[in-house]
């Protein structure tokens, strides 16, 4: 009989937990893992091919594509890591090499990446070690090793897109680009990410990539920089809120970049539960705009249709073309949509579509499938119910539940179903697009029900009690009682007549369904059963539980058991042929035996599931194997024999077509079509009217357009004819400008080929001569060449000799420096060496040392650390308000600056206008020889100095009210020191304090530190009496030994001296504190009466300043008001003199000497004012300096808290 074979067939499902997930392989076909398996399902086909997984495997971790799409490389852990390279190319995807840690211990490989010629492989090991290994795969070879992080998880490793030697690695507070070369991995660049959780990063080019972390920010480095960051939370604020008012539920947590993925006009990355967002270039600045939002749609089907929303994406990839966005949630489900169905869509927001079906999310508890049709119904505790078609490959119908569903059975017919929920038993009706309830039965948990091969019964288990209830009348037909224990697996004979039931007790019943009598048991105590089956002739049974054998049943006696080899069977089934038998294991795995059981335990094993096989069934037909599992997925097999042809069937099998529907549900979508019906009537007709309408209108317009279009052109054929006859003319023109031209032009070729001839010809007679002369120094040349050349050989010969011999010595020297040097650095090598191991020692002892000390500082700073926070809180509070009371008086200062600076630019003025007046008496001398014919002359001169006096008086004016200014404003500088001192006087009262509790501290610490030693001295002590009391119990039997050891004892240990002396050096200690705290205490208070004095001395010195100050500007003024005086004085003088010059007329002598006196008098009175301005000026910068030197320095600060 020809052994039966499983071939995997098609799966539902999707394993979660694995880094990158998803990956295209062309522009139809994506790869996914599922269960051990890895899948290539082609989109378009529905098809999918297998990868399996290894043998002894415990999990996927990480799956990583070729950039040329040829490659797969798988991460799975096992007793150890492991990273499997498959050919994709291969028809049956031949394994090309298996890479390892080699000789460094690995449990897992986190990530997985290769380069950009896919000749090198990267793999992340995970912690505590953190490895990044770097091989060059096809010669399995290591390349390089590095530690990537000490204590952050690492998320994702890729390679630059266009260098093999450049890595970047992310993870928390882990951000590094490393370098390989030289056989060693180099980080090239760092960056300060301590506080950041990188989750996953894209290269954008050569040097940019973009980073996301967990807390929602994007970051792009460029050349070792951060370039560009953004908040993805940020970006969405808007509609964020505007959705939060809308629905009163409480605001979520940041959002995660979770995946990240670029291509060539942006990138695309993960915003939170269920959103992607789409980013573009912007080709000026540099940087990326966010576009659109691609949501997860909400679940129709579903009680809660935002809980598909609420999904995290874990992986995105976009296909080959750039034309497909996929993604793939840690729901474990698939979707995808295309970039022009985003383009097309309106608004900012566009959303996913399933890219094959919706899966199950958490673990399958029940399984079932039917007669009549070709369906498979699965239950989840994810408290979903769906219906697959393993004919076509599609997912029929699918509801979820508010109770979470724990078994399932479908009718023979296929027409209605049975559901185990947490509350209650339902009896439902498979509707075309809908499951509804018919009957509800008060059976709790149910864990396992069955419908019988007719169809006219279904058995309940309901803890220990199985209940068979009749389909049509739902009465309670039977309750078979008999285990002690959970009834864990039921199963119906082929005719109905008998049913066999297995439980955790470890009894096996054989129950006849007319009586509900117990026709057979069987008993063992030691294993609690997990699955049963029958055989087609319901004599045998076959049953697996706890204790990892297969047993088989007959006639009450277990006739043989067939060991697993450590792996625990969990569930069983039979073909309907009897040909063979299948088993579900703990690890995942199913195994194929053929029946009759072998003598020697021979089996095939197929890597199925990533978990536990919690149901497993065969079709009607004995075409299919179905199995399911706490991975979640759903597992369809096809059973064939070694010859690869399927099973053999008795009778073709035809399924029905026929499908349930309401009366209700018929006459809605009845009228719904009559509805559309006159509704697309109506349409038409309005169509065909603004048609109508429309070639109406156009008709109107082209009778517009072509009358003008006549217009335009007979007005355009006058002005060609115009233009038309102006060309002829000019072409006429032309014509005869031409000839003249040529006329000319070779009038003047002539003239020009005569010179040029006769020039030619004297240029010719040259030329021989020199040729002449050229030859002549060409032999000399050759000549002087030649002895030259003659001489040259023999220098370099004898150069030659001399430098061999040269060589010689050098090449001897050479050696004998080559062989000391080699031996010194032997010398130095093993000097380095014992130096190593010295230093080994030195820094183990030191480290060791200062980790002792490290942990006493710890315990005394901690104690510190709370009341300096007191301290320095009330300090800062304090110093902020002296910074800003520093900075008014800067202020203040500047505007005194810009004073000064408007009255230095006055005094310039001043000095200008003296010049002036000196140059115009200059003027007037040189005029006063010539009065005696000009006395006209002379009155308008008096005039013009009459007006410079007065200029000088209204400049003197315009300074009095910027000397009042300066006035006010060191008023204002007298308030504010002032205030400074009050603010001087209350640190020096915080500085005392401080220096208080600074003293107090200190003698608290001591007094700490003399209990500590006390403690040390007592432990020590307590450890000796101990020792001795040792020593003492040894003699319990000799009472009189112990009496002597006991009073020794009491004579060593206890002294009463001693106790007194220690409590009065402990009074002692505590009037000695007590005297030295009352001592400095009166210290002080000293201290402060003194200070207080002497800032009153200061105050009343500062006073007196002030005094001498107001002093001085009055004299300053009353000086001001002389030299006006004697200014005016000066003027009526000159006026005088000019007077008495014009009255007298005698004589040039007399004029000459009048002149020389007025200019002797302006020069002497021009000398003392500027005399006293400069006395004046000396004045005033010494008072300013005094000033200066009293008031506080705005820069000076508070002295810092002592520790």
Same mark, same amino acid.
């Given at each position: 009989?020809?052994?039966?074979?499983?071939?995997?067939?098609?799966?539902?499902?999707?394993?979660?937990?694995?880094?990158?997930?998803?990956?295209?392989?062309?522009?139809?076909?994506?790869?996914?893992?599922?269960?051990?398996?890895?899948?290539?399902?082609?989109?378009?086909?529905?098809?999918?091919?297998?990868?399996?997984?290894?043998?002894?495997?415990?999990?996927?971790?990480?799956?990583?594509?070729?950039?040329?799409?040829?490659?797969?490389?798988?991460?799975?852990?096992?007793?150890?890591?492991?990273?499997?390279?498959?050919?994709?190319?291969?028809?049956?995807?031949?394994?090309?090499?298996?890479?390892?840690?080699?000789?460094?211990?690995?449990?897992?490989?986190?990530?997985?990446?290769?380069?950009?010629?896919?000749?090198?492989?990267?793999?992340?090991?995970?912690?505590?070690?953190?490895?990044?290994?770097?091989?060059?795969?096809?010669?399995?070879?290591?390349?390089?090793?590095?530690?990537?992080?000490?204590?952050?998880?690492?998320?994702?490793?890729?390679?630059?897109?266009?260098?093999?030697?450049?890595?970047?690695?992310?993870?928390?507070?882990?951000?590094?680009?490393?370098?390989?070369?030289?056989?060693?991995?180099?980080?090239?660049?760092?960056?300060?990410t301590d506080v950041q959780n990188f989750l996953c990063h894209t290269w954008i080019s050569t040097e940019k990539v973009i980073a996301g972390t967990e807390t929602?920010?994007?970051?792009?480095?460029?050349?070792?920089?951060?370039?560009?960051?953004?908040?993805?939370?940020?970006?969405?604020?808007?509609?964020?809120?505007?959705?939060?008012?809308?629905?009163?539920?409480?605001?979520?947590?940041?959002?995660?970049?979770?995946?990240?993925?670029?291509?060539?006009?942006?990138?695309?990355?993960?915003?939170?539960?269920?959103?992607?967002?789409?980013?573009?270039?912007?080709?000026?600045?540099?940087?990326?705009?966010?576009?659109?939002?691609?949501?997860?749609?909400?679940?129709?089907?579903?009680?809660?249709?935002?809980?598909?929303?609420?999904?995290?994406?874990?992986?995105?990839?976009?296909?080959?073309?750039?034309?497909?966005?996929?993604?793939?949630?840690?729901?474990?489900?698939?979707?995808?949509?295309?970039?022009?169905?985003?383009?097309?869509?309106?608004?900012?927001?566009?959303?996913?579509?399933?890219?094959?079906?919706?899966?199950?999310?958490?673990?399958?508890?029940?399984?079932?499938?039917?007669?009549?049709?070709?369906?498979?119904?699965?239950?989840?505790?994810?408290?979903?119910?769906?219906?697959?078609?393993?004919?076509?490959?599609?997912?029929?119908?699918?509801?979820?539940?508010?109770?979470?569903?724990?078994?399932?059975?479908?009718?023979?017919?296929?027409?209605?179903?049975?559901?185990?929920?947490?509350?209650?038993?339902?009896?439902?009706?498979?509707?075309?697009?809908?499951?509804?309830?018919?009957?509800?039965?008060?059976?709790r948990s149910c864990r396992e029900c069955v419908f019988s091969n007719g169809g006219h019964l279904f058995a309940a288990v309901n803890g220990n009690v199985i209940?068979?209830?009749?389909?049509?009348?739902?009465?309670?037909?039977?309750?078979?009682?008999?285990?002690?224990?959970?009834?864990?697996?039921?199963?119906?004979?082929?005719?109905?007549?008998?049913?066999?039931?297995?439980?955790?007790?470890?009894?096996?019943?054989?129950?006849?369904?007319?009586?509900?009598?117990?026709?057979?048991?069987?008993?063992?105590?030691?294993?609690?059963?997990?699955?049963?089956?029958?055989?087609?002739?319901?004599?045998?049974?076959?049953?697996?539980?706890?204790?990892?054998?297969?047993?088989?049943?007959?006639?009450?006696?277990?006739?043989?058991?067939?060991?697993?080899?450590?792996?625990?069977?969990?569930?069983?089934?039979?073909?309907?042929?009897?040909?063979?038998?299948?088993?579900?294991?703990?690890?995942?795995?199913?195994?194929?035996?053929?029946?009759?059981?072998?003598?020697?335990?021979?089996?095939? &094993?197929?890597?199925?599931?990533?978990?536990?096989?919690?149901?497993?069934?065969?079709?009607?037909?004995?075409?299919?194997?179905?199995?399911?599992?706490?991975?979640?997925?759903?597992?369809?097999?096809?059973?064939?024999?070694?010859?690869?042809?399927?099973?053999?069937?008795?009778?073709?099998?035809?399924?029905?077509?026929?499908?349930?529907?309401?009366?209700?549900?018929?006459?809605?979508?009845?009228?719904?079509?009559?509805?559309?019906?006159?509704?697309?009537?109506?349409?038409?007709?309005?169509?065909?009217?603004?048609?109508?309408?429309?070639?109406?209108?156009?008709? &109107?317009?082209?009778?517009?357009?072509?009358?003008?279009?006549?217009?335009?052109?007979?007005?355009?054929?006058?002005?060609?004819?115009?233009?038309?006859?102006?060309?002829?003319?000019?072409?006429?023109?032309?014509?005869?400008?031409?000839?003249?031209?040529?006329?000319?032009?070779?009038?003047?070729?002539?003239?020009?080929?005569?010179?040029?001839?006769?020039?030619?010809?004297?240029?010719?007679?040259?030329?021989?001569?020199?040729?002449?002369?050229?030859?002549?120094?060409?032999?000399?040349?050759?000549?002087?060449?030649?002895?030259?050349?003659?001489?040259?050989?023999?220098?370099?010969?004898?150069?030659?000799?001399?430098?061999?011999?040269?060589?010689?010595?050098?090449?001897?020297?050479?050696?004998?420096?080559?062989?000391?040097?080699?031996?010194?650095?032997?010398?130095?090598?093993?000097?380095?060496?014992?130096?190593?191991?010295?230093?080994?020692?030195?820094?183990?002892?030191?480290?060791?040392?200062?980790?002792?000390?490290?942990?006493?500082?710890?315990?005394?700073?901690?104690?510190?650390?709370?009341?300096?926070?007191?301290?320095?809180?009330?300090?800062?509070?304090?110093?902020?308000?002296?910074?800003?009371?520093?900075?008014?008086?800067?202020?203040?200062?500047?505007?005194?600056?810009?004073?000064?600076?408007?009255?230095?630019?006055?005094?310039?003025?001043?000095?200008?206008?003296?010049?002036?007046?000196?140059?115009?008496?200059?003027?007037?001398?040189?005029?006063?020889?010539?009065?005696?014919?000009?006395?006209?002359?002379?009155?308008?001169?008096?005039?013009?100095?009459?007006?410079?006096?007065?200029?000088? &008086?209204?400049?003197?004016?315009?300074?009095?009210?910027?000397?009042?200014?300066?006035? &006010?404003?060191?008023?204002?500088?007298?308030?504010?020191?002032?205030?400074?001192?009050?603010?001087?006087?209350?640190n020096t009262q915080l500085e005392l304090k401080i220096d208080e509790l600074n003293l107090k501290l200190k003698t608290k610490d001591k007094e700490i530190y003399?209990?500590?030693?006390?403690?040390?001295?007592?432990?020590?002590?307590?450890?000796?009496?101990?020792?001795?009391?040792?020593?003492?119990?040894?003699?319990?039997?000799?009472?009189?030994?112990?009496?002597?050891?006991?009073?020794?004892?009491?004579?060593?240990?206890?002294?009463?001296?001693?106790?007194?002396?220690?409590?009065?050096?402990?009074?002692?200690?505590?009037?000695?504190?007590?005297?030295?705290?009352?001592?400095?205490?009166?210290?002080?208070?000293?201290?402060?009466?003194?200070?207080?004095?002497?800032?009153?001395?200061?105050?009343?010195?500062?006073?007196?300043?002030?005094?001498?100050?107001?002093?001085?500007?009055?004299?300053?003024?009353?000086?001001?008001?002389?030299?006006?005086?004697?200014?005016?004085?000066?003027?009526?003088?000159?006026?005088?003199?000019?007077?008495?010059?014009?009255?007298?007329?005698?004589?040039?002598?007399?004029?000459?000497?009048?002149?020389?006196?007025?200019?002797?008098?302006?020069?002497?009175?021009?000398?003392?004012?500027?005399?006293?301005?400069?006395?004046?000026?000396?004045?005033?910068?010494?008072?300013?300096?005094?000033?200066?030197?009293?008031?506080?320095?705005?820069?000076?600060?508070?002295?810092?808290?002592?520790?």
């Open positions: 009989m020809a052994t039966v074979v499983a071939k995997s067939h098609y799966i539902f499902g999707l394993r979660t937990g694995v880094r990158n997930n998803l990956l295209y392989f062309d522009e139809q076909t994506i790869i996914f893992p599922c269960g051990n398996n890895c899948v290539r399902y082609n989109i378009n086909q529905k098809c999918q091919k297998f990868i399996p997984g290894t043998e002894r495997s415990q999990g996927m971790k990480a799956l990583a594509i070729s950039t040329n799409r040829r490659y797969l490389a798988v991460s799975e852990c096992g007793e150890k890591a492991t990273i499997t390279v498959f050919d994709l190319q291969h028809e049956q995807n031949r394994k090309r090499k298996v890479l390892t840690g080699g000789e460094i211990p690995v449990d897992e490989f986190v990530c997985v990446a290769f380069s950009p010629d896919s000749k090198y492989l990267i793999g992340q090991a995970g912690g505590p070690d953190w490895t990044l290994f770097l091989w060059m795969w096809e010669k399995n070879k290591v390349m390089a090793t590095v530690k990537t992080s000490n204590s952050g998880t690492i998320n994702q490793v890729s390679f630059n897109p266009q260098d093999n030697t450049q890595i970047c690695v992310c993870g928390n507070g882990v951000f590094k680009i490393f370098r390989y070369a030289g056989e060693t991995l180099k980080q090239s660049s760092t960056f300060k929602g920010q994007l970051m792009m480095f460029e050349s070792s920089r951060l370039r560009w960051e953004m908040n993805v939370a940020s970006v969405q604020k808007v509609k964020s809120q505007s959705e939060k008012q809308d629905s009163n539920e409480p605001s979520s947590a940041l959002p995660r970049v979770t995946a990240i993925v670029g291509y060539s006009s942006g990138f695309v990355c993960s915003a939170g539960p269920g959103t992607v967002c789409l980013f573009e270039k912007i080709e000026e600045d540099d940087q990326y705009k966010k576009t659109k939002d691609i949501k997860i749609p909400p679940e129709a089907f579903s009680n809660d249709p935002s809980s598909a929303e609420q999904q995290e994406i874990s992986t995105l990839c976009i296909s080959p073309s750039e034309e497909t966005l996929a993604a793939c949630t840690d729901g474990g489900q698939l979707y995808s949509i295309h970039f022009s169905v985003v383009e097309l869509e309106k608004g900012d927001r566009a959303h996913f579509e399933y890219l094959s079906q919706s899966f199950h999310s958490s673990i399958v508890t029940g399984l079932s499938t039917c007669i009549r049709k070709p369906l498979i119904a699965t239950c989840s505790l994810d408290r979903s119910v769906r219906i697959w078609n393993f004919e076509t490959n599609d997912l029929e119908i699918y509801k979820e539940f508010q109770e979470e569903a724990y078994s399932i059975a479908l009718h023979p017919t296929g027409l209605y179903i049975l559901v185990g929920f947490s509350d209650k038993l339902r009896f439902m009706t498979l509707l075309i697009d809908d499951i509804r309830t018919l009957k509800e039965f008060t059976v209940n068979i209830y009749s389909t049509t009348t739902f009465e309670d037909v039977l309750n078979l009682k008999g285990h002690n224990d959970k009834v864990r697996a039921v199963a119906f004979s082929a005719d109905d007549s008998c049913l066999v039931s297995c439980g955790m007790d470890g009894a096996v019943y054989e129950w006849n369904t007319l009586s509900g009598t117990r026709e057979s048991d069987s008993v063992l105590k030691t294993c609690s059963y997990t699955g049963v089956t029958i055989s087609p002739d319901a004599k045998t049974f076959f049953a697996v539980g706890t204790d990892c054998t297969l047993k088989e049943i007959q006639d009450c006696q277990i006739l043989r058991e067939v060991p697993s080899g450590d792996v625990v069977y969990t569930t069983v089934a039979m073909s309907r042929s009897g040909r063979g038998l299948f088993i579900g294991t703990s690890t995942g795995a199913v195994r194929a035996i053929k029946y009759p059981l072998p003598i020697q335990n021979a089996w095939l &094993e197929y890597q199925a599931h990533a978990g536990p096989v919690t149901k497993m069934i065969i079709t009607f037909d004995d075409q299919f194997l179905l199995t399911v599992s706490e991975d979640g997925c759903l597992f369809i097999w096809k059973i064939i024999d070694k010859e690869g042809q399927g099973l053999k069937r008795e009778k073709e099998l035809i399924y029905a077509e026929e499908i349930l529907v309401t009366k209700s549900d018929l006459e809605e979508k009845n009228k719904m079509i009559l509805d559309l019906n006159t509704t697309v009537d109506e349409l038409q007709e309005d169509i065909k009217h603004q048609l109508s309408l429309k070639d109406m209108t156009y008709m &109107e317009k082209i009778n517009e357009l072509t009358e003008k279009c006549q217009q335009q052109t007979s007005s355009l054929n006058a002005e060609i004819k115009v233009l038309n006859t102006e060309k002829e003319k000019q072409q006429a023109a032309h014509v005869k400008a031409l000839s003249e031209i040529l006329e000319e032009h070779e009038k003047k070729l002539q003239d020009i080929e005569s010179t040029n001839n006769q020039k030619l010809m004297l240029e010719y007679v040259k030329y021989n001569e020199l040729q002449l002369k050229h030859d002549n120094n060409q032999q000399e040349c050759e000549q002087r060449l030649n002895s030259m050349e003659e001489k040259k050989t023999q220098a370099l010969e004898d150069m030659m000799q001399s430098y061999e011999a040269k060589l010689k010595e050098k090449t001897k020297l050479l050696n004998q420096f080559q062989n000391e040097s080699e031996q010194q650095v032997r010398e130095f090598e093993e000097y380095i060496k014992q130096e190593e191991v010295d230093t080994d020692i030195e820094i183990h002892d030191i480290r060791m040392k200062y980790e002792q000390n490290l942990r006493e500082e710890k315990k005394t700073s901690a104690m510190l650390k709370v009341e300096l926070d007191t301290t320095t809180k009330s300090f800062h509070g304090l110093q902020k308000e002296i910074d800003n009371r520093n900075l008014e008086i800067e202020k203040l200062k500047q505007e005194v600056q810009k004073l000064q600076s408007v009255i230095k630019s006055l005094e310039n003025d001043i000095t200008g206008l003296k010049d002036t007046i000196r140059n115009k008496d200059g003027n007037i001398q040189d005029r006063e020889k010539s009065i005696y014919d000009l006395n006209k002359k002379n009155s308008t001169l008096n005039k013009a100095l009459e007006v410079m006096t007065h200029r000088a &008086e209204f400049i003197e004016e315009e300074v009095a009210p910027k000397e009042n200014q300066i006035k &006010e404003l060191k008023e204002q500088m007298q308030e504010m020191e002032v205030e400074l001192k009050d603010f001087h006087k209350t003399k209990e500590l030693k006390k403690v040390k001295d007592f432990g020590v002590l307590v450890q000796r009496f101990k020792a001795d009391l040792h020593m003492c119990v040894e003699c319990i039997q000799d009472p009189k030994k112990l009496k002597e050891n006991i009073r020794e004892l009491y004579t060593c240990y206890v002294q009463p001296s001693d106790v007194v002396e220690k409590v009065e050096v402990h009074t002692d200690i505590q009037l000695e504190n007590s005297k030295q705290r009352e001592r400095y205490e009166k210290i002080i208070a000293t201290l402060k009466n003194q200070f207080s004095r002497d800032a009153n001395v200061f105050q009343a010195n500062n006073t007196k300043l002030m005094k001498d100050n107001v002093f001085l500007m009055k004299e300053i003024n009353d000086l001001r008001q002389e030299l006006r005086t004697v200014r005016m004085q000066l003027h009526n003088y000159e006026s005088q003199s000019n007077f008495n010059k014009n009255i007298k007329g005698s004589a040039n002598t007399r004029g000459a000497a009048s002149a020389g006196r007025t200019g002797l008098m302006t020069q002497q009175n021009s000398e003392e004012a500027e005399k006293i301005i400069r006395l004046q000026r000396l004045e005033i910068h010494r008072l300013k300096q005094e000033i200066l030197s009293q008031t506080p320095s705005s820069v000076t600060k508070l002295p810092p808290l002592v520790n």
